[in-house]
């Protein structure tokens, strides 16, 4: 029978549906952390499998387990009926095919107390349940490569902004620990009812944070299923969900006091945006009607455009796609939801153009006095040059391309290129980088070059949601 001690260090909350295989590996791993002062809530969130009969025999044995059963509702609703029930002075969400190591709940309590975090971050590795050469990034979960200074106590918006384009944010909860007062009073719970849940409730944990710290460590064991929700075929819920989960990411931008507005949200936004086209192309017939209604409210948020800066264009342009996907997909269309979509898409092409033309104004391709060079021979700068001659007009300045390997003397999309070692003599109007993730590195060499003086230019992070 459960009882609940005076002190609680830890609230593990594990949501399960239909993992007996591997519920026991996971309780197991809870139970042999150095650290004991841990309470383990289990939420059913109505399994049809024998998990319940296996996790009932833990709760006869063990004082510190409880379960929760409810109706299927996802992770989500799950995690927060544990929330709602949890003690602990810290929280720490447990996926149930999923393990962790025997130190962390020690680590991650010593130093969240020490520094007074509102959360701690930590890695994981993957594990191949299936034994098979299924493709997935082992990578994926791994932080330790990036330049993340472990002295350092960052908000969390300070580490967003910086680490969020060299993939330091992980939308899942499982890699943080978290003092349980931080998410209670700012009212940071999941989104119920949807896959994907964890997109946004990642997002309003930076949002709020004053003091997170990242430790180089895999406490987390992730098992890859086929059969997962994250591993899984694409359904008609996904494309639901991940629509929905905009919606509410555009609805909480609006409601926001005006210093919690920060790039975090917009961020969020052209993620799911860009998620979401991936989707439909995926699928093969659209007929699921509260689709529908929730495409009508996302059309709807060209309202909201005067929250935005420059976003507004990979915003706009994202959107178009979007509907001519949709429509090339979806069963039927109700004549007054084509209305009102096309009346959005009509009112957004008309801020895309107006925005484009200042977007573009201060890069002079279109002056045949001019030479511009163009720093990467990658997708981007690719896209760049196609980008502008699709939105603008045609290109008349001298252009030629730079590269840090390639040697020089070939060309590239019907331009010289150079390699950067013999870029010195020329003489540069301006300089594009073309890269968001050597960003730093091209800027440090063209800097090198020519002593600060070259007149650069960056595209602006939103660029790259636009590659297709």
């Known amino acids: 029978m459960y009882k609940r001690k005076e002190m609680i260090k830890t609230s593990v909350i594990i949501p399960m549906y239909n993992t007996a295989n591997y519920i026991e590996e996971c309780l197991n791993s809870v139970l042999q952390q150095s650290q004991k002062d841990i309470e383990i809530i289990i939420v059913d969130d109505g399994s049809t499998d024998n998990g319940l009969e296996i996790v009932t025999q833990y709760v006869n044995y063990y004082s510190n387990i409880r379960v929760i059963s409810q109706s299927n509702q996802k992770p989500g609703a799950a995690r927060n009926h544990g929330l709602q029930e949890a003690m602990g002075e810290y929280i720490y969400f447990l996926d149930s095919d999923d393990y962790i190591n025997t130190i962390?709940?020690?680590?991650?309590?010593?130093?969240?107390?020490?520094?007074?975090?509102?959360?701690?971050?930590?890695?994981?590795?993957?594990?191949?349940?299936?034994?098979?050469?299924?493709?997935?990034?082992?990578?994926?979960?791994?932080?330790?490569?990036?330049?993340?200074?472990?002295?350092?106590?960052?908000?969390?918006?300070?580490?967003?902004?910086?680490?969020?384009?060299?993939?330091?944010?992980?939308?899942?909860?499982?890699?943080?620990?978290?003092?349980?007062?931080?998410?209670?009073?700012?009212?940071?719970?999941?989104?119920?009812?949807?896959?994907?849940?964890?997109?946004?409730?990642?997002?309003?944990?930076?949002?709020?944070?004053?003091?997170?710290?990242?430790?180089?460590?895999?406490?987390?064991?992730?098992?890859?299923?086929?059969?997962?929700?994250?591993?899984?075929?694409?359904?008609?819920?996904?494309?639901?969900?991940?629509?929905?989960?905009?919606?509410?990411?555009?609805?909480?931008?609006?409601?926001?006091?005006?210093?919690?507005?920060?790039?975090?949200?917009?961020?969020?936004?052209?993620?799911?945006?860009?998620?979401?086209?991936?989707?439909?192309?995926?699928?093969?017939?659209?007929?699921?009607?509260?689709?529908?209604?929730?495409?009508?409210?996302?059309?709807?948020?060209?309202?909201?455009?005067?929250?935005?800066?420059?976003?507004?264009?990979?915003?706009?342009i994202l959107l178009i796609r979007i509907y001519q996907c949709y429509k090339r997909k979806v069963k039927y269309i109700d004549r007054e939801e084509s209305y009102l979509v096309e009346s959005a898409l009509n009112k957004m092409d008309d801020i895309l153009n107006k925005e484009l033309k200042s977007f573009f104004g201060s890069i002079p391709l279109n002056k045949m006095d001019k030479t511009i060079g163009i720093y990467g021979t990658g997708k981007i700068s690719k896209f760049f040059l196609e980008f502008y001659q699709s939105h603008m007009e045609n290109i008349y300045a001298n252009i030629f391309f730079i590269d840090t390997y390639k040697e020089s003397g070939n060309d590239y999309l019907g331009h010289p290129l150079y390699n950067i070692k013999d870029v010195s003599a020329k003489n540069l109007d301006m300089c594009v980088i073309a890269s968001i993730k050597y960003e730093e590195e091209m800027i440090d060499e063209i800097n090198r070059i020519y002593d600060s003086s070259i007149n650069l230019y960056l595209l602006p992070y939103w660029f790259h949601y636009l590659l297709k």
């Not at 959360?119 to 993957?126: H, K």
């Not at 791994?142 to 472990?150: C, Y």
């Not at 943080?176 to 409730?201: A, M």
């Open 104 to 316: 962390t709940f020690e680590l991650c309590y010593n130093k969240c107390k020490a520094a007074n975090l509102d959360f701690i971050l930590f890695d994981s590795r993957i594990i191949n349940s299936e034994g098979n050469n299924q493709d997935f990034d082992m990578g994926r979960y791994d932080r330790s490569q990036l330049d993340i200074d472990l002295n350092i106590i960052y908000s969390g918006k300070e580490y967003w902004e910086k680490f969020y384009h060299k993939k330091g944010i992980f939308f899942s909860p499982c890699l943080v620990y978290i003092k349980r007062s931080y998410l209670l009073e700012n009212h940071i719970y999941f989104l119920q009812g949807v896959y994907y849940e964890d997109n946004l409730w990642t997002a309003k944990l930076y949002q709020y944070a004053k003091r997170i710290q990242y430790m180089p460590k895999k406490l987390y064991n992730r098992r890859y299923r086929s059969v997962s929700i994250m591993t899984s075929e694409y359904s008609q819920w996904h494309l639901y969900s991940c629509i929905v989960l905009a919606n509410e990411t555009i609805y909480t931008i609006h409601e926001s006091d005006e210093e919690d507005k920060t790039i975090i949200l917009i961020n969020l936004l052209l993620h799911l945006l860009k998620f979401m086209q991936h989707i439909i192309k995926q699928i093969d017939l659209i007929y699921e009607t509260r689709i529908d209604d929730e495409i009508i409210k996302l059309y709807n948020c060209h309202n909201i455009f005067y929250y935005f800066g420059e976003e507004k264009i990979a915003i706009c």
